[in-house]
């Protein structure tokens, strides 16, 4: 099915909507608004057929949003030529309230699916600078018009439509903040949410700061900046790559983007600087006040101690990978040659030994069975040393299939040799393989700190090596 090219959908919308940019308050300007935003919601309805996947839930959403919002203001039109003025409550402000959380919900689905298990940071900043936004709301729209009006219907839908665009500002910084590159069909999303957010600010404050606008029909003008927007929300739905667009970003760099510092940044100077430039005289004020306060220390404190927290995470784990083979789990050389220095410096009686193993087999069957094979048996063989040697012993590997445990606990030479028969028998049991029995054995070599004259770490291993390697000729030999 041929798409409809997505540049072409905010095109058509702005040709429609300039007339009521030009020509305000005017039946053709109503006219070219309603046939703009039917080509719009019908784009968005055609582009949804060629969409598949799992983002086809949240594209749905977007064209339900749009579906809605189209669907009063034709019941406006009809309920105001069939019962004349509808006054500021009409039935359209529960279809025009609805798409709301419909896209909120939209985007919440698109960034869950472009970063799965990625999004406590994102949506942390987010909470941040949401609440305050909504106190900025509250405090200078929506408690005003509330004092003037009082407790009535009126009040109750007028309030509606800026927590609306509380929630649409909550949309675009999740889509924003969430990991993963914000392109093709996100960004005509980001900036229609943008622009329906300033188009409904636009249209709540200008007439009460400006009131001849309302009664001259100028606020009409923003109705072609709506109408944009939707139609970049349609862009989005027919983009050619609106599929793709939630797939999973694992390759997104996880880095706190400068734009999120400078908002974040705002978002803590905002509030103790209106509260010492305004003063708040009612009690509801200062309560919201606090509250916001409260609820924005404790999202930056909960931001603050996961960073902390993942820093730390990634220290240990840096620290462990520095210390350990990778894919065993043991100590490594660099570990081990540590352990035995500081081992060596305390010695005292028969103290530190060394077996140096070399696992007898292990090339043949890496040779005849593959390498996943010969690691099967590297991490099998180090799960055995591991459940053999004491708690103040250390297990290592320092390279393809030679392993080594520096022993602190053992008494005398027939304690080494009696551990170094354990060692041997690890061997002992074949490893399965894929339905396959894997045999092979282990060459040990000992060596105890006591007969050496001065010894450091390198001599003790190079000592141990020593022997193991005479063990393994011999055992060649008697083969």
Known sequence: MRRVPAPAVPAFATAAGAVSVFWPGTDAAHIAYLIGFTAVVAAAWTGMRAISGPS???????????TVWLTGDVLYDVLSRVAGPLGNVSPSDVLWLSGYPLLVVAMVKLVRLRAPGRLRDGM???????????WLFWQFMILPAAEGAGLSLEMFVGAAYPFGDVTFFAGTAILVFAPGATRGPGRYLVAALVLTLIGDISI??????FPELSRSGQADRFDGLLLLANGLLAAGIVHRDAGRAAQPDNLAAQRLHPARVVFLGIALVVLPTVTGLHSFGTLVSRVSLLVSIALLTTFILVRFVFVVRE???IKAAL???????QLTGLANRAALHAQLELELFRAAEFGPVVFYMDLNGFKQINDRYGHAAGDRILTEFARRLTATISAGDTAARIGGDEFVVLATGLADRDGARIFADRLRALAAEPVSWRGESLSFG??????AWTPLDRPNADHLLADADAAMYAEKVALKNAA
Do not use: F, K, M
Request: glycine residues 4%; hydrophobic residues 50%.
């Open 319 to 325: 620290a462990h990978q520095a210390e350990h083979d």
């Open 311 to 313: 820093q730390e995470r």
């Open 56 to 66: 086809r839930g949240a594209y749905r959403l977007i064209t339900a949003a749009l």
């Open 124 to 134: 942390l900043d987010a909470a941040a600078l949401t609440t305050v936004v909504a």
């Open 204 to 209: 709540s404050l200008l007439p009460q700061l």
């Open 442 to 447: 282990v060459s040990v070599g000992v060596s």
